[in-house]
């Protein structure tokens, strides 16, 4: 068996490179870094199977999430009368203990425009 060693920034440019995944630029970038981290926590190494990590994984925006894993719409709705607003994060947080894995990926400022970028998330498929 032969084995190559990657850098997160190695293993994100391959993440990139899959034509069948739509990792965003800096998602793949936090997910390979997460990689790197849960190899060093748990003292083994990952495999670096772009394949497995693209079934495994997937990058949403709040949007698609809120329609692919629904939230309890009544106490959204509650949250919402009581307060006027609704922040995501108990759902974020519910998701999380739910999947596993859920990682926020800050895209910053868009450069043509200057205007933020929609904040995405990589969840770990179950």
Request: hydrophobic share 35%.
């Amino acid at each position: 068996m032969i084995k190559t060693t990657l850098s997160a920034s190695q293993l994100a440019d391959r993440l990139r490179a899959d034509e069948f995944a739509g990792w965003s630029y800096c998602g793949a970038g936090v997910l390979a870094q997460y990689l790197e981290d849960l190899s060093e926590d748990i003292g083994e190494d990952i495999e670096a199977d772009i394949v497995a990590i693209r079934c495994d994984f997937s990058e949403y925006t709040l949007s698609d999430l809120l329609d692919i894993h629904e939230p309890d719409w009544e106490a959204v709705a509650r949250e919402f009368l009581e307060t006027g607003d609704w922040d995501p994060e108990s759902y974020l947080d519910d998701l999380r203990d739910h999947c596993g894995t859920l990682l926020e990926v800050e895209h910053g400022p868009d450069p043509a425009t200057g205007l933020p970028r929609e904040t995405t998330y990589i969840i770990q498929d179950f």
